[in-house]
């Protein structure tokens, strides 16, 4: 972040450059349509963060007398250069094939738009194209959110069986602010970070449930303070609506009347946030197994821990199927393995340690999903044998991506309500019950953004007037995929026509991992028109 006429911070400890079956569904759309079901409480307007809330911008808007607007290729565009290597090197797990290229650039936007301030950030954004890719091709932005840099996703998609799509549609990751090749985000101190990406853990004699609560809440809020003075006064400017208000900076860049957007995970609210702030600017959402949206803190983490124990009792089942490295019961294995963490007896490696490796190697392993769940499993049985090289590669890979500074500010920005202690302590009792293997580490993860401001509550979505599709990963073990009841609500509650695909697979992203749901994607990047619903197999 670039701050005019502002002395620099002191740079000695911190810096900053600044699974439902489809069924459910139907039922779901014609609860609200004949009905009325309440979609959630109504916290009011949306956030305006530009001179225009529908939109803003230079260019008119243009269509057709019927039918939905169009996709267009941008009239101007920025300063693409090769990144092929770089992005390989970063996203090691996904390798496209030679014909794919894949580029960087970025551009700078208002650190808080819609006001007169002068301080900017960067926001990166990385393309994927195919050498035979025509000029005039007509691309679509991809989010993520703070699941993991939007760049990954991209990584994913082009090296998977719908990269073909890229010779007509260009994808354009933009990374969140603080995230990827973004301006990056360090505002915390090397204990603080260790102790919350372990939730508070420590090896005995100091792993009990209440110290290691104690300690992840104290570092949470010393990381607040920290990262308040060193961001400061842009600390809350790191918001879904603010990252919806990048990518309207992009379509102001690329001079085009509306932006295709695909949002998968995290990524939906950045898109339904785009979607609420700038209908008129809207061809086309696609939102791939989104989180839940205007939702409270609370029942956001409940549902997240239900998704992926579900997710993992998914990856239990198919890992039995193929005879895999965890035995038997894999399910009982890994329960084993992550209690063996937790009391300190694996090496040094906590219980979120070994949750994060095994949903992350799941979330952006092999295509193939034999070889997914095998080479997970491989990666347990190995820890619990006593061998943990393979794990040791796997959490640095996890927290690598998904556990940066800007992630956590991202997150702690979006949080309209933080959960107080003592709610946190009986959740980990009644979780950790009741999700026996996502539980624990769920409700701990409610104290990560101890001691931020309350951000502002997320756009409500308005005057939407184009389909959007839904797409939904059954076993999506970052998020797992409760969140379609509650965007679908919202959606259908606002008028807005809604096609929903199912995907059965092990995964983030069925946009990038099914050519079913990647073939209904291309259908309706083409036409406009949502496909009818249906499910595709594994």
């Given at each position: 972040m670039r701050r005019p006429d502002r002395r620099p911070h002191d740079p000695s400890s911190r810096h900053s450059s600044v699974g439902r079956p489809i069924a459910l569904w139907l039922i779901i759309i014609s609860c609200v349509v004949i009905a009325g079901c309440a979609v959630g409480p109504d916290n009011g307007p949306p956030l305006?963060?530009?001179?225009?809330?529908?939109?803003?911008?230079?260019?008119?808007?243009?269509?057709?007398?019927?039918?939905?607007?169009?996709?267009?290729?941008?009239?101007?565009?920025l300063g693409w250069r090769d990144c092929r290597d770089d992005l390989v090197r970063s996203y090691g797990f996904a390798t496209p094939a030679s014909d794919v290229i894949l580029e960087c650039a970025s551009f700078r936007t208002a650190a808080t738009p819609g006001t007169q301030g002068l301080d900017t950030v960067t926001v990166g954004a990385v393309r994927a194209r195919l050498t035979r890719t025509a000029r005039e091709a007509t691309p679509v932005v991809l989010t993520t959110g703070t699941d993991l840099p939007s760049a990954a996703a991209l990584m994913l998609y082009a090296a998977g069986p719908n990269h073909e799509q890229l010779l007509d549609h260009p994808v354009v990751a933009l990374n969140r602010r603080g995230t990827g090749n973004s301006d990056p985000i360090d505002c915390l101190t090397r204990t603080e970070r260790s102790t919350l990406v372990a939730d508070g853990f420590q090896p005995p004699p100091a792993a009990s449930g209440a110290q290691r609560s104690d300690r992840l809440a104290a570092a949470a809020a010393s990381a607040a303070d920290g990262c308040t003075e060193t961001l400061s006064p842009h600390q809350l400017d790191y918001t879904s609506a603010f990252a919806a208000a990048d990518i309207e900076k992009l379509r102001t860049i690329w001079q085009v009347d509306r932006l295709g957007l695909v949002g998968v995970g995290q990524g939906g609210d950045v898109a339904l946030a785009y979607a609420g702030l700038y209908p008129s600017r809207v061809a086309r959402l696609v939102l791939d197994t989104p989180t839940p949206y205007r939702t409270d803190t609370k029942d956001r983490a409940q549902n997240r821990a239900a998704g992926v124990q579900a997710a993992l009792d998914g990856f239990a089942d198919q890992c039995r199927a193929v005879d895999c490295s965890l035995g038997a019961d894999p399910g009982a294995a890994v329960r084993r393995l992550l209690d063996r963490a937790a009391a300190g007896d694996l090496s040094g490696f906590s219980d979120t340690d070994v949750l994060a490796a095994l949903t992350t190697s799941l979330a952006v392993g092999p295509l193939d999903r034999r070889s997914s769940v095998t080479a997970a499993a491989d990666i347990l049985s190995a820890a619990g044998a006593g061998d943990t090289s393979r794990l040791q590669t796997a959490v640095s890979t996890a927290h690598a991506l998904r556990d940066g500074d800007g992630q956590l500010v991202g997150r702690c920005n979006d949080v309209a309500a933080t959960v107080g202690r003592s709610t946190v302590d009986q959740l980990l009792g009644d979780w950790t019950t009741q999700y026996r293997l996502t539980g624990t580490t769920t409700a701990l993860d409610l104290l990560r953004c101890n001691g931020w401001s309350a951000g502002p509550p997320a756009p409500t979505v308005t005057g939407l007037d184009v389909p959007v599709l839904l797409l939904s990963a059954a076993a999506d073990t970052l998020n797992g995929n409760g969140g379609i009841e509650a965007v679908t609500k919202a959606l259908v509650g606002a008028r807005v026509s809604v096609g929903a695909i199912g995907w059965q697979g092990v995964g983030y992203s069925a946009w990038a991992r099914s050519d079913c749901a990647g073939g209904a994607t291309r259908a309706y990047l083409d036409t406009g028109t949502a496909p009818p619903s249906t499910d595709c197999p594994a």
């Open positions: 305006v963060v530009g001179d225009d809330a529908h939109g803003g911008g230079t260019s008119s808007s243009v269509q057709a007398p019927s039918g939905p607007p169009a996709l267009q290729s941008p009239r101007a565009d």
